[in-house]
């Protein structure tokens, strides 16, 4: 009969043992509840209990983590509790590592069980170790209200089916270390996305927040950030804090827990801040204080760029998996903010830069605005005097005039040198480009600067064919470009030399080269002359000195053309500057509009010439606040026009609606009001709006030309001008808007 009923024994236990693997194997990847609950179900068969404790072993033996089945008999892994062992009946199995059998449960030597275990009420108790791959991992204990109800057979089938509670436990912590993983890894994948994708702050501090929040869940928590330099610690976003925690003032906060974060650049864990002299906490009402902390700080490069600290409401609540997680985020966090600060600082010292590049273009353009208004004057009245305008002069006077408009005009280069080297360092040239004959510019430029090369009995010789098409280009700034080679190659050049000016049309681009058999340039000091403030020649040997800019800044405005200026010398031989310009990139455009053709009628013609002589004389209105600027102009153009003056742009507004003059030259700084504002008023008025104003000014940086173009000027001259130029600049002007209107 015994064997009979060993051998229903061992039967019954191979088929919970079969149970057992089976919901273990089945329930691997989902709820480890469940495992625990089928095996006190199959337990049950063999031996009566009216609640199960499972004890699990944290870190050391001193601490254990209780789960204790409900009065369906069903352990839910999520009611788990954190205990002291001591007291206990699984402390004892624990501690001395063998089972336990009670027949009569002794409450003086347990104390601690009917609070912690639940057993209340419960008299009888047998509990073994468990084990799991040669490792003690924690005990299992059965509890029943009955006394002398265990026995030691009970002990060996619990003891024996112990192992395969083990094997639950181990696929329950793989299972929660995977899920765990899992969450960790997403979380700093999106902590990570975040970094990389923002460098606001708030957005970046909540993220981390959250996404700690959603794997480790704790009720409190702080991001701080941390200024090295002037030692303040700032809480930019929390969980759970409000009220006073918010609001606390830097020397306290820097004297509490999260100073000694900063000052000792180290983890702070406190398992239960009751007991850690280090925590200190606001002496408020309505301050919750938390049993357990969590205080990582975010360290780069040893540098602490702040704080993430986490405060939990259990004792023990936050483990060393959850500081591992918390330090690698902590890291991440320092090195995007190590990022953030050194874009900060790159933002800051380029919002300097363009501010001191601001206050350097407006200083340009004051300087350039007080050197140009008295050279105007100057260069007017020499013109008057060669003229003989304002009387005869000797041949001695005459030298010395052309002394004098040589050196003004050689100053006003050296000015709009400087405010073209400013305006291409700040990238804000813009071209002006039109259909442009180049025949006629070399002719303009040959003019200009027979004077410098009489002096020193140079030859001025060009060389083009007739045919030679217009190109599309700037025809100022290629004037400008041409001007500078020919002058250099005069100064450079010797007695009874030449200078030769060529425009080729090449299969893919136009040239225009200007040859010299001056002095020539070594081949080691070839790459210098278009550099900034270099000239190759000591200041000893220059003939004619200068800012050194010529050069650079005739490449980079032939450069905006899509072209290029090459160089080939030799010395004692002379050299030759050649500007290439591409095809593709000066396109020719013809213009052949309507009105074009209408004015080559002969009937249309005569037409307009009648309609021009009506008026010989255009009443012109110069609102200029500078007196010899007007008297000069005055002096120059009487026979020219008749003039009509105002000193500022209160008296100008005044005078135009007076007089309704054929064309207004509006100064931009004016005194009371300056000439954008009364550009604005003459435009915005009906029987005025029609009247066409030039700017005439000696202010001329990007922002006076956006601001000239929203005032709708019809036209800008720039101080100082050449006075035939300038007639000529107005009488074509306004035979343009005789011919629009009829």
């Known amino acids: 009969m015994r064997e009979q009923l060993q051998e229903k024994l061992n039967k019954e236990l191979i088929s919970i043992t079969g149970d057992i693997i089976s919901e273990i194997s089945s329930n691997l990847s989902s709820d480890t509840g469940r495992i625990f609950t089928v095996f006190l179900a199959r337990i049950e068969r063999f031996i009566a209990f009216h609640h199960a404790c499972i004890a699990l072993v944290i870190n050391d033996c001193n601490r254990v983590k209780i789960l204790v089945s409900n009065e369906n008999k069903e352990i839910n892994f999520d009611n788990a509790i954190d205990i002291p062992s001591k007291g206990t009946v699984s402390g004892w199995v624990i501690s001395n590592k063998k089972p336990f059998l009670s027949e009569e449960l002794r409450r003086e030597i347990f104390p601690e069980s009917a609070v912690m275990e639940s057993s209340r009420n419960q008299n009888s108790c ?21 006394k002398n109800k265990y026995s030691e057979r009970d002990l060996l089938i619990l003891d024996y089916l112990s192992g395969f509670l083990s094997i639950a436990v181990e696929s329950s912590r793989l299972y929660t270390e995977a899920k765990e993983s899992a969450a960790e890894l997403a979380a700093l994948v999106q902590i990570g996305e975040t970094l990389s994708s923002t460098m606001e702050l708030d957005i970046l501090c909540r993220t981390v927040i959250e996404e700690l929040d959603r794997v480790i869940s704790f009720p409190y928590a702080g991001l701080y950030l941390y200024d090295e330099d002037s030692g303040s610690l700032t809480l930019v976003d929390a969980k759970g804090v409000e009220g006073e925690e918010r609001r606390i003032s830097q020397e306290e906060i820097m004297s509490r827990h999260p100073g000694w974060v900063i000052k000792n650049k180290t983890t702070l864990l406190v398992n239960d801040v009751s007991c850690d002299e280090r925590v200190r906490f606001p002496l408020v009402s309505d301050y919750e204080i938390p049993s357990s902390l969590c205080y990582v700080p975010m360290l780069y490069q040893g540098k602490c760029y702040g704080i993430i600290g986490l405060a939990g409401m259990r004792k023990n609540y936050f483990t060393s998996d959850h500081v591992r997680l918390v330090t690698a985020v902590a890291k991440q966090v320092a090195i995007a903010f190590s990022r953030a600060h050194l874009y900060q600082k790159e933002k800051e010292m380029v919002s300097k830069l363009q501010d001191a590049n601001k206050l350097k273009d407006e200083y340009i353009a004051n300087v350039s605005h007080e050197l140009r208004t008295p050279l105007t004057a100057i260069i007017g009245f020499s013109y ?42 700040a990238r804000k040239i813009n071209l002006n480009k039109r259909n442009t004959d180049l025949k006629i510019i070399v002719q303009e430029v040959i003019t200009t600067a027979k004077i410098l090369a009489d002096q020193i009995d140079v030859s001025l010789e060009s060389y083009f064919d007739e045919t030679f098409p217009e190109i599309f280009v700037d025809p100022d700034r290629l004037r400008q470009v041409i001007l500078n080679l020919v002058t250099n190659a005069i100064k450079f050049n010797k007695d009874g030399g030449y200078v030769k000016i060529f425009l080729k049309d090449e299969t893919d681009c136009f040239l225009i080269k200007v040859s010299d058999s001056g002095i020539g340039i070594k081949p080691e000091d070839q790459p210098a002359v278009f550099e900034q403030f270099r000239q190759v020649e000591g200041s000893g040997t220059r003939r004619f000195r200068g800012t050194g800019l010529g050069l650079s800044i005739a490449r980079q405005l032939i450069e905006l053309h899509g072209g290029n200026i090459l160089l ?8 030759t500057f050649t500007i290439v310009l591409p095809k593709d990139q000066v396109n020719i455009k013809e213009n052949r509009d309507v009105l074009s053709s209408l004015i080559k009628d002969p009937l249309v013609e ?55 003059p054929d064309l207004i030259l509006m100064d931009l700084a004016l005194p009371n009001m300056d000439g954008y504002e009364t550009t604005k008023i003459i435009k915005s008025i009906e029987r005025t709006n029609h009247i066409p104003i030039i700017a005439f000014t000696a202010r001329i940086t990007e ?19 050449d006075p035939t130029r300038l007639v000529g600049d107005i009488k074509e002007f306004l035979s343009k808007r005789s011919r629009v209107n009829f």
């Open 568 to 575: 080939q010398s030799e010395v004692g031989r002379g050299s």
């Open 126 to 146: 047998i509990a073994v170790p468990v084990h799991s791959n040669n490792n003690f991992i924690g005990s299992f204990t059965l509890w029943n209200e009955e």
């Open 384 to 425: 008057l005097l060669k003229g003989g305008r304002l009387g005869s002069i000797s041949p001695v006077q005459m030298e010395l005039i052309e002394d004098i408009l040589t050196s003004a005009q050689n100053m006003l280069h050296l000015v709009e040198d400087l405010l073209d080297l400013s305006k291409l360092q």
């Open 606 to 660: 005569d037409i307009i010439e009648d309609n021009l002589e009506e008026k010989e004389k255009k009443n012109i209105l110069l609102v200029e606040d500078d007196k010899s600027i007007r008297k000069m102009v005055e002096f120059l153009f009487k026979d020219e026009f008749n003039f009509i003056f105002a000193r500022d742009g209160i008296e100008g507004l005044g005078q135009t609606l007076r007089h309704m």
């Open 703 to 721: 922002e006076d030309m956006d601001k000239a173009a929203l005032c709708s000027f019809d036209k800008i001259i720039n101080k100082p001008f």
